[in-house]
């Protein structure tokens, strides 16, 4: 409870008389030395007053009289509690948090002209009100039903469907299965993924640095957790090209250099090599003071 300056006299602490300030702001509680003795520096031992835990404390700061937030929320809870008057039935409770306005008995009150039905989507009976319409015991079972499953004509994987779009008439899972059943790669697609995956030990060799032919890009992708390392966002697991422009996929997974080979000091190395999408990897090219994040 905040005090006034008229109130606070002396020190909480100590007992000293206290002059206070005139004007604006809270009024002091403790004198020059009580507050240095709060806020000291150093290692102290703490014990919590709720749990009796007790813990190192290193440098400045306020003083912790609980261990965790717990323990301060059940310390403070005898403090919250109130004697309250049900808003329904008018019985008096005691509200663990003084704001309750029914009491335990009202709280699971259900009118008697409800009834229970059967949900549309698992089978599982729920109750429903007197005016309310609803058909499905949760929004995952409402979300359920308004989705159709189909089988990939190409991958034969399964793939989900939304009724509620007319226009959603796909065959195919992704845009990859679709441009193999079609037998259209992209010629641009193509050409980019085999530079980016074949050229390399040519690269090292005519830059004078080794050539780890271990190194695929599937093992640096599963490294990296299928992660850009220069924007962070997740790539493709599968190289996918785009329907309308036919080129590659801005967020397919590619294998960058950290320090790039034409430097001349690191080469096709697992140190040097990152998992990076396709845009990220375009814009960076030769150079290295781009930020780089790997992951550890």
């Known amino acids: 409870m905040c005090r006034t300056k008229s109130e606070v006299v002396a020190c909480q602490m100590c007992g000293t008389s206290l002059c206070q300030k005139s004007g604006k702001g809270r009024a002091k509680l403790y004198c020059s030395g009580c507050r240095r003795a709060r806020y000291q520096v150093g290692e ?38 109130k004697e ?35 949900c549309k989507q698992c089978g599982k009976r729920f109750y429903r009100s007197p005016s309310c319409t609803q058909q499905h015991c949760s929004r995952l079972c409402l979300h359920a039903s308004l989705r159709t499953w189909h089988t990939c004509l190409h991958c034969g994987k399964e793939f ?3 009724k509620y779009r007319s226009n959603d008439k796909r065959q195919y899972c992704r845009m990859q299965c679709y441009w193999d059943a079609h037998g259209m790669d992209g010629s641009v697609a193509a050409r980019l993924k085999g530079r980016w995956a074949g050229n390399t030990r040519k690269r090292c060799r005519k830059a004078g640095v080794p050539y780890d032919p271990s190194i695929t890009i599937t093992k640096v992708a599963e490294r990296d957790a299928y992660q850009c390392q220069i924007c962070l966002r997740q790539c493709n697991r599968s ?58």
Request: net charge positive.
């Open 84 to 118: 309250v008057d049900c808003v329904r039935c008018g019985k008096t409770w005691t509200s663990s948090s003084g704001q309750g306005k029914l009491c335990p008995d009202c709280q699971h009150w259900r009118p008697s002209s409800g009834s229970h039905v059967e």
């Open 160 to 162: 989900s469907r939304r």
């Open 239 to 296: 190289w996918l090209v785009r329907k309308s422009t036919r080129k590659p996929h801005p967020l397919n997974r590619t294998i960058d250099h950290i320090v790039p080979i034409v430097a001349g000091v690191h080469g096709h190395e697992w140190h040097n090599v990152q998992c990076a999408c396709v845009s990220c990897n375009l814009k960076k090219g030769r150079k290295r003071h781009m930020a780089q994040l790997r992951l550890l």
């Open 44 to 81: 102290s031992q703490m014990q919590c007053r709720t749990c009796g835990k007790t813990w190192m404390r290193r440098g400045p700061g306020r003083v912790a009289k609980y261990c965790s937030s717990p323990c301060r929320h059940l310390a403070q809870q005898p403090k919250r509690r």
